[in-house]
């Protein structure tokens, strides 16, 4: 990510109860025959959320203002935790060394980006990880668990994954972590009512994806 990203988790407990998931952007084209020619305008998808529905209370909403005023609205971009999505496996599973396939060693290669496949059979996608939370990225090669720090690093603000020896030719690298979604505010305005506020309404705080 470029200097205007802040390395930053957007509120834990607001993000908790927010909404939202991936967007793809499809044209479709219907012919005279009733017939559907269908093209994907993304090569990948792009995850839109509102974390209005996770403010709870005045003291929260007062939180999320301020982070909005640092991030100067949509200028700085941050991280944000999408409590259905944010571990190499399944939300209630600890990472393990074996949940994603990353790469294939050649013997000279040493660096490779983390990445999360969904699907399998059909035409499985892989989404690019570009922020694994620290500390949790656990990595291995033809199985066997590397060490970190003297068998690998992992650079939490890319998600590259970097050997102190390239894998031999042949090797499947796979990795386990923790991530977090790069976002941005997707307005400039807040817009907060707190009559409505007090009665029941919930602000809209509408976050978009930044795409690595």
């Known amino acids: 990510m470029p200097s205007d990203f802040h390395e930053v988790r957007f509120p ?36 839109r959320y509102d974390a209005g529905l996770g403010v709870r209370t005045v003291d929260a909403l007062h939180a999320v203002i301020a982070f909005f005023e640092e991030r100067r609205g949509r200028l700085y971009g941050f991280r944000f935790r999408d409590r259905t999505d944010w571990r190499s496996g399944p939300p209630s599973s600890e990472p393990t060394p074996l949940d994603q396939r990353v790469g294939t060693g050649d013997g000279q290669t040493s660096s490779f980006p983390l990445v999360k496949a969904y699907g399998s059979s059909f035409a499985p996608y892989s989404r690019p990880i570009a ?82």
């Open 131 to 212: 922020k694994p939370v620290g500390g949790t990225v656990r990595v291995a090669v033809n199985g066997i668990e590397q060490s970190v720090g003297t068998g690998f690093n992992c650079d939490p603000t890319t998600g590259i994954v970097t050997f102190t020896a390239a894998p031999p030719p042949g090797a499947v690298v796979t990795a386990g972590f923790a991530f977090d979604v790069p976002v941005r505010f997707d307005t400039d305005e807040l817009d907060i009512d707190l009559s409505t506020f007090d009665a029941g309404g919930i602000p809209q705080i509408p976050l978009i994806e930044i795409v690595p």
């Open 12 to 47: 834990l407990d607001v993000s908790l109860g927010s909404r939202g998931g991936p967007v793809r952007r499809t044209d479709i084209v219907t012919l005279s025959s009733g017939r559907e020619h269908r093209n994907s305008r993304w090569a990948g998808s792009r995850r």
